[in-house]
């Protein structure tokens, strides 16, 4: 008996340890169920999976597992991946804002402000282009987790000394151990664990979702929405499915980076994804968050200029400036929605909230005071 | 959410859009232009975060997020980009193909946009039998001139009257450039 539970009371307690010191979480606790919260083989709806296996850019070399996943959760709650211990992934990206932040720009590690707001986490797995970030610089979510951590102004941390960190800590190594075979922690491996953390952030239980669930098609009126919630559908359907659910994906991505009219006169003004690829006819594009959760993200942009949804709609409504490298509208031009129209497309996209994900205890901090 | 509604319910002392107020051309671009698709723009603006004049752009001069560019571009190895350099970047850049794709939505035209509005019964087939009367898909774009309109008027109250005119302006103005119901530019992901 003794043989069985002796190592697990082991892992109990490495896993309920307090975290070192040196640090403004050295009062927290780390606290994880002995066994690990469920990340894996999720039950999702049938609307949803039919286009999932599809999109999912989860590598060969980096499933998603219990273990790696929770390993990915503590590291993301972390302040010690920022220089000063101050700033973890999750001060920026608030679960209760489908993680994303409130402000149009993000205070960093020295107090120092982003030039763009933190973008929502939901259902980037399921983002098929795997390209993220306002401008879609990284070529993958391994990749991306770990820039926010070295930038000067969000965490600056070197990546060695974090490595160093997290080999000297009590806690770390039985969760790289659990997370990947062997207790070795490396800059991979972390940017690995982090990466199935976000993959396992999937918004699907939303009313959207449950009234989907009950209809042939996403054009039916669904039983649980009201009339104007259903007007707002259809409209959305007609004017804005095209790019927000091409090909029937009902993650309500836009497959690729977008320009939507947002160009600033100032020469040096934020160039989206042509700052990146050089091509003159990207600047100005940006990659789109996820509608799932839109009501909860404010504000909205990369910039975050528009400061609520009926500030958003009138944009594209009304407001929109001609830009020689405007996409989305092209050639139909604003679409002129009328009041009536403008709220019930903001009930219809009310509908796509998902209170069980802003509230699961999955994906909140594991470090409780 | 900040100012937008909880409930889908419109805040009171919101007046109606107009109606049949032509829409206004779109403005052409005023100002300077920092955006556009000419390469030169591209290198322009490159040019401009040169804030000491030395004629490169370094490292510490580009935000965080573009100093990648560096790396790419730097043939020299001083660190720095100079303009043949940067030219030499936007123009491997620019010869690399575009693919423009627009889809458009194939919902069922003006008897759509009917069911769309969602209306009770009988109001909802009486305004089907309208818009598939064969005349009905004329003048669909100017609404002072249309039978159509005038039927619609006389059936419907001022919300959903307004909301068919909205809707019914959309979809001719997508019937006017060939079906083609908005759509976005998309490039090979080839040189990130």
Same mark, same amino acid.
């Given at each position: ?17 307090? $975290? ?48 790696? $996943? ?121 940017? #690995? ?16 979702? !449950? ?17 104007? !919630? =259903?007007?707002?559908?259809? %409209? ?9 659910? #091409? ?11 977008? =320009? ?17 690829? %050089?091509?003159?006819? !990207? ?11 839109? !009501? ?39 679409? #002129? ?12 996209? =009310? ?5 069980? %994900? ?12 | ?29 005023? @100002? ?35 100093? @990648? ?9 001083? +660190? ?16 690399? &193909?575009?693919?423009?794709?627009? &889809? ?46 005038? +039927? ?17 302006? &959309? ?7 060939? @079906? ?13």
């Amino acid at each position: 008996m003794t043989r069985i539970f002796g190592p697990l009371l082991v892992l109990v307690f490495v896993l309920n340890v307090v $975290a070192l010191s040196s640090r403004p979480a050295a009062k927290s606790k780390l606290k994880l169920p002995a066994t690990p919260y469920r990340y894996t083989n999720v039950e999702l709806p049938a609307h949803f999976k039919q286009t999932a296996a599809k999109h999912d850019n989860t590598p060969l070399d980096n499933p998603l597992t219990d273990d790696g $996943a929770t390993l990915g959760r503590v590291l993301f709650y972390d302040t010690r991946l920022s220089a000063n211990n101050t700033t973890s992934c999750g001060s920026c990206h608030v679960q209760a804002h489908a993680f994303a932040d409130t402000k149009p720009s993000s205070k960093g590690l020295h107090g120092g402000l982003t030039d763009r707001r933190a973008m929502p986490l939901v259902n980037l797995r399921y983002y098929q282009r795997a390209r993220f970030f306002w401008d879609e610089r990284a070529g993958n979510l391994e990749e991306m987790v770990l820039l926010p951590i070295q930038n000067r102004i969000e965490m600056g941390q070197d990546l060695k000394r974090l490595v160093d960190t997290l080999g000297r800590d009590a806690t770390y190594p039985a969760l790289f151990g659990r997370a990947f075979g062997d207790r070795q922690i490396t800059e991979q491996r972390i940017g #690995k664990a982090l990466a199935q953390f976000v993959r396992s952030i999937v918004s699907y239980q939303s009313r959207y979702d !449950e009234g989907r669930a009950r209809v042939q098609s996403a054009q039916d009126d669904f039983d649980n929405f009201t009339l104007q !919630e =259903n007007r707002g559908k259809a %409209l959305f359907m007609r004017n804005c499915s095209t790019c927000h659910m #091409k090909d029937g994906n009902e993650q309500f991505f836009v497959p690729t980076a977008a =320009n939507t009219g947002l160009r600033d006169n100032d020469p040096k003004a934020d160039g989206g994804v042509g700052d990146v690829t %050089l091509k003159p006819m !990207e600047l100005g594009s940006f990659k789109s968050p996820s509608l799932r959760n839109v !009501e909860v993200t404010a504000p909205y942009g990369h910039d975050g200029r528009f400061a609520t949804l009926d500030a958003l709609i009138d944009h594209y409504s009304d407001n929109a400036i001609l830009d020689p490298n405007l996409g989305y509208m092209v050639p139909v031009g604003p679409l #002129k929605f009328t009041t009536s129209e403008k709220w019930a497309l903001i009930a219809f996209l =009310n509908t796509l909230t998902d209170p069980t %994900l802003l509230s699961d205890r999955r994906f909140s901090n594991p470090f409780v005071k | 959410m900040g100012g937008s509604p909880v409930g889908g319910q419109a805040p009171e002392g919101i007046r109606p859009a107009v109606l049949f107020t032509p829409a206004p051309p779109p403005p052409p671009p005023s @100002g300077p232009v920092a955006i556009g698709r000419s390469p030169q723009a591209l290198i322009d603006r490159l040019g401009s975060f040169d804030a000491n004049k030395d004629q490169r752009v370094s490292r510490d001069e580009l935000p965080e997020r573009m100093q @990648g560019l560096i790396a790419r571009g730097d043939k020299n190895a001083d +660190a720095a980009l100079d303009f043949d350099e940067i030219r030499a970047l936007v123009n491997a850049a620019a010869s690399e &193909r575009f693919q423009v794709t627009f &889809r458009s939505q194939q919902f069922e035209g003006l008897t759509g946009v009917i069911r769309d509005l969602k209306l009770p019964s009988p109001k909802r087939e009486q305004a089907l039998a309208m818009v598939n009367l064969p005349q009905s898909a004329r003048n669909v774009s100017d609404p002072t001139r249309s039978e159509l309109y005038k +039927a619609m008027r006389s059936l419907l109250d001022d919300e959903e009257y307004e909301n068919f005119v909205a809707a019914a302006t &959309r979809l001719s103005r997508t019937a006017r450039v060939g @079906g083609i119901g908005g759509g976005i530019i998309s490039s090979s992901p080839k040189g990130r």
